[in-house]
């Protein structure tokens, strides 16, 4: 069985998460314009 998990790790600025919400929003606060 393969499981997927939701994982970010920004080499810009070194962010790492797991929480897809959290993702989401990081790049939404980090690269939207």
């Not at 080499?11 to 790492?16: C, D, E, H, L, S």
Request: hydrophobic share 40%; net charge negative.
């Amino acid at each position: 069985m393969v499981c997927y998990v939701p994982y970010l790790e920004d080499p810009n600025t070194g962010v790492q998460m797991f929480e897809s919400a959290e993702i989401v929003e990081y790049l939404r606060a980090t690269y939207s314009l």
